[in-house]
């Protein structure tokens, strides 16, 4: 099962990836940055994704957006609901 977010904000260089995977990690750190955070969206969905057996994808385009896929294990899915509505005793 898998589940993805993406937009199309100012994106995340290649090669710093694995940093915004830290916890409280700012690639911006001009102290009046124009984005805000406390840098531990990514980190935070990696642990529970983890914790999950399951893993985070990050694919990304500086100045274009950024896509993260979650990946969880099958065997962490719900079975679909029953839709029947409850009768009355």
């Known amino acids: 099962m898998s589940l993805f977010v993406a937009d ?5 260089p290649e090669d710093q990836i694995d940093k915004v995977l830290e916890p409280f990690t700012q690639l911006d750190t001009r102290l ?5 955070g406390a840098g531990l969206g990514l980190p935070l969905c990696r642990a529970i994704a983890q914790a999950h ?4 994808l990050i694919e990304s385009t500086f100045g274009e957006g950024t896509r993260v896929t979650v990946i969880l ?5 719900l079975p679909p609901a029953d ?7």
């Open 32 to 36: 009046h940055r124009e984005h805000r």
């Open 53 to 56: 057996g399951g893993q985070i």
């Open 83 to 89: 839709d029947t509505p409850p009768t009355e005793a």
């Open 73 to 77: 294990p099958p065997w962490r899915a």
């Open 8 to 12: 199309t904000g100012i994106g995340i």
